[in-house]
C-alpha cells in the first residue's frame, strides 16, 4: 500500500481516460493510493467522463481543493443541484441540510448549531467523555481478540452523539440505528430497502420531535436539541428539513469520528514506534490527534457542483459540472506532506490536513471529535494499552465514507 506510483501497476499503465476513483473495490481492498498518486503526478484535475454516478471532474492536490473550498459561490454545495457526494441525490433522497445549502441559509443554520461546539461546551463534554470512555475502556479484555470498530469506535461516538443531543441514554442505541440507515445510500437506492429506511428515518425524526417539544416548553440549554428548538432559523424548519438536518448531525459526527478511532488502532499497530512516542510522553498526544486523523481521513469526499465556467489548476471547468475533491488524496500529497503515507505524530504541519474541509463548510464538529479522540489515547495510555490487529480488516466498500467494517485486535499490557 505505497503511495508511490510502481512502475507497472496498473495504476501507472491504465489510461487517464479510463481511470475511475469511485470504483469500490479500490476502497474495499484498501487499494486507492497508487491511483490517486498517479492522478495527482499526471492529472491533478481529472475529468472522468463515464462512472456510475455520471460524468465528474476530480480534484486531487491539497492547493487546487483549497482552491475550490474557498470559492463557495462559484463551487455550489447546494442540494438543489444533487447535494455533497459524488451521488447525485434528489427527489426523496434530496434532503435539505445546511451543509448542502449554500449562503444566506447554510450560514444561518450552522449559526445556530455553533454554539453546542464552542470551546465552553466542549470543555463541559469533556468531563463527561472521559467518563463514559473510561467506563468503556474497563470493559474490554487484555490478550484476548476482539473487534475494534463495534466494541470500541462504534460504542464510544454513539455516547458522544448522545451526550450532545442530551438524548435518553437507555435509547442511544437508536441513534446507531438512525445513522446506520441514514447513512447507507446503497440502501436509499436499493427497492428492497428504500422503504424501511425511510420508516427509520420518520421514526427518528418523530422521536426528536417530541424531544423538540419537550425542550422548547423549557428554559434553553446547550444541547443541540435545545438550541434547534429555540431559535429562529431552525425552529420553524418543516418536515424534511428537520429530517435531513438531523441525519446530518447523527451521520456528520458518528462515521466519521468512529472511523477515525479505527484508524488510529490500524494505523499506531503499523507505526508502532509512534504509539511508543506516546508511552514515553503523553504530552505528544494533542499532536498526533490531527496527524491520526489526516492519515485516515475519513470522508473521502465532498463533492461540489460548478455554477459558471471556470478554471481550476489549467482545466476548464463549465456551470453544471460535477466537481469532487479528494480530501484522501490531498492528505497524501507529498508537496505539502512529505513521506505523506507515514504516521508521523511529530509532523510539523499535520494540521493543515483537509479531513475536515476547508473554508465556510468547514467541520464544526471538528473539535469535539479532536477532544473524543485525545480522551480515548489519554486514558489507554494510563491503563498502558497497546493495540495489535490480529487480523485482516474489513474496509467499507464505497468512496465516499471511507472506514472499516470489522478489526480484529488483540489489545496487550505494555
Ligand atoms: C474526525 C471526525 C470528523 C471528520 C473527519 C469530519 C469531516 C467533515 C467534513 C469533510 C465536512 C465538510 C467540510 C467541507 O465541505 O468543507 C464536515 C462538515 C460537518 N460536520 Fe464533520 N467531521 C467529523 C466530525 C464531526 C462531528 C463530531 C460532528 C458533530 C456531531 C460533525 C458535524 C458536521 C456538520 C454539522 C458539518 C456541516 C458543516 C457546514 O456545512 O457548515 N462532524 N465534517
Redesign the pocket.
Known amino acids: 500500500m505505497a503511495t508511490q506510483l510502481r512502475a507497472g501497476d496498473p495504476a501507472d499503465t491504465t489510461a487517464l481516460t479510463a481511470i475511475d476513483v469511485t470504483d469500490p473495490g479500490l476502497y474495499a481492498h484498501d487499494n486507492w493510493r497508487p491511483w490517486f498518486a498517479r492522478l495527482r503526478r499526471d492529472a491533478p484535475v481529472h475529468y472522468c467522463a463515464d462512472s456510475p454516478f455520471g460524468p465528474y471532474w476530480s480534484v486531487c492536490n491539497h492547493a487546487d481543493i483549497q482552491a475550490v ?1 474557498a470559492r463557495p459561490d462559484l463551487f455550489s ?1 447546494s442540494h438543489v443541484f444533487g447535494g ?1 457526494t459524488v451521488v447525485d441525490l434528489f427527489g426523496e433522497f434530496n434532503l435539505p441540510q ?2 448542502a445549502m449554500d449562503r444566506p441559509r ?1 450560514g444561518e443554520q ?1 449559526r445556530v ?1 455553533a454554539p453546542s ?1 464552542g470551546p465552553s461546551e466542549i470543555a463541559r463534554m469533556a468531563q463527561s467523555v472521559r467518563q463514559r470512555t473510561v467506563e468503556l475502556l474497563d470493559t474490554l479484555p487484555f490478550d484476548t481478540e476482539f473487534d475494534w470498530v463495534d466494541t470500541v469506535s462504534i460504542e464510544l461516538t454513539t455516547q ?2 448522545a451526550i ?1 443531543f442530551d438524548f435518553p441514554w437507555e435509547d442511544r442505541r437508536k441513534l446507531t440505528l438512525w445513522s446506520d440507515w441514514g447513512g447507507d445510500i446503497e440502501a436509499a437506492l436499493n427497492p428492497a430497502t428504500k422503504d424501511v429506511r425511510q420508516q427509520h428515518l420518520i421514526d427518528m425524526t418523530n422521536y426528536f420531535d417530541r424531544l423538540f417539544a419537550e425542550r422548547k416548553a423549557l428554559p434553553p440549554t446547550a444541547d443541540l436539541v435545545s438550541l434547534m428548538a429555540h431559535s429562529d432559523a431552525m425552529g420553524d424548519m418543516d418536515f424534511q428539513e428537520r429530517m435531513g438536518n438531523l441525519i ?2 447523527i451521520v ?2 458518528n462515521d ?2 468512529r472511523n ?1 478511532m479505527s484508524g488510529a488502532a490500524h494505523a499506531f499497530h503499523q507505526y508502532p514506534g509512534q504509539w511508543q512516542k506516546l508511552i514515553d510522553d503523553p504530552a505528544k498526544i494533542p499532536a498526533a490527534v490531527p496527524e491520526v ?1 489526516r492519515w485516515q ?3 473521502a469526499h ?1 463533492r461540489r457542483t460548478c455554477v459558471a465556467d471556470t478554471e481550476v489548476g489549467g482545466q476548464m471547468i463549465k456551470a453544471g459540472d460535477k466537481v469532487v475533491m479528494w ?1 484522501i488524496s490531498g492528505n497524501r500529497d507529498e508537496s505539502v506532506f512529505p513521506d505523506a503515507e507515514r504516521l508521523d505524530i511529530g509532523r510539523p504541519n499535520a494540521r493543515r490536513h483537509l ?12 473539535r ?2 479532536e477532544l473524543q479522540i485525545q480522551i480515548l489515547f489519554e486514558e489507554m495510555l494510563k491503563r498502558r494499552m497497546t493495540v495489535t490487529v490480529t487480523g485482516e480488516p474489513e474496509y467499507v466498500a464505497q468512496s465516499f465514507v471511507h472506514g472499516y467494517r470489522k478489526l480484529p485486535v488483540v489489545i496487550r499490557r505494555h
Open positions: 473550498e454545495s455533497i445546511f451543509i447554510h450552522r448549531v461546539f458522544m452523539l450532545l446530518l448531525l456528520g459526527g466519521t469520528t477515525s486523523i481521513t475519513p470522508l465532498m480530501y479531513a475536515f474541509g476547508f473554508g465556510v463548510h468547514r467541520c464544526v464538529g471538528a469535539l471529535a
